[in-house]
């Protein structure tokens, strides 16, 4: 599949039909993540309270979880939430926030990927390989691991394993569906300084696998090229973080066919 074309109809489909995104996500980005959610034309709710969270997420186009400031009872609402999703075919996009950095991050990343389906994994490298070595820790939420080829076997047996999309950030990042690999290029370091903007990452990758059915290796390929592209854009307006954030919520909102028919960097892995 053509992915530039393809990233092209899957934008032009969320705007289009506007994908209720449902996000059980941490405190520290749940304004970031709905306003770029909104400016790509998805429509976002934040909903954690275990009352209500099998029945929002059965109206939901896809399910967000986000253990960035990870509680137990959140994560009795994550697995209720994500065993919905499943009876009904929604699709899940995990992201494992610090996995590796502490016990209750491991266990409970862990636990969800036991219990429930998860149809992508997105992290950066550490968090991602930390699931398959205990050797593998993290510094917060950055990323201690460079994406490199000695990773992409690695990669590729945690897709297997957990029967799911790979998608690693990083200065080249890394999708896997276990079999097939691709490559990523877009992107800017300056996202790096700017809080939120790997989980709305995740957000958007949720978005893209709403409206695209089974070809979920493809959306988030696609999502992550469109989302590097739009910070490319932007910091030709700011390369300075505070600004630059404003510059690229707006690039998500504006950024043309043109553009991404251009300027995407994906190639095989």
Known sequence: MEIK??????I???REK???I???TNFVVMNSSANILL???ASPVMAHCRSEVEEMTSIAGALVLNIGTVQEDWTESMICAAKTANSK???????????GA?????????????ETKISVLRGNASEIFSLASSEVKTRGVDSSLLITSDHIDIAKEIANDFKCIIAISGEEDLITDGNQVLRV?????LMTRVTGTGCGLTAVTAAFCAVAGEKLLEATTSAFAFYGLCAEKAVITSDNPGSFSVAFLDALYSIENEDISTFIKVRKG
């Open 39 to 41: 400016a790509i034309g």
């Open 102 to 114: 502490t016990k209750l991050r491991s266990e409970t990343v862990e636990r969800i990927l036991k």
């Open 18 to 20: 506007s994908p209720l």
């Open 5 to 10: 074309s393809y990233t092209i109809e899957l």
């Open 185 to 189: 290029a877009n992107g800017h370091p």
């Open 12 to 14: 032009n489909m969320i």
């Open 22 to 24: 449902h996000n059980i």
């Open 89 to 99: 075919g929604i699709p899940v996009i995990l992201d494992p926030v610090g996995a």
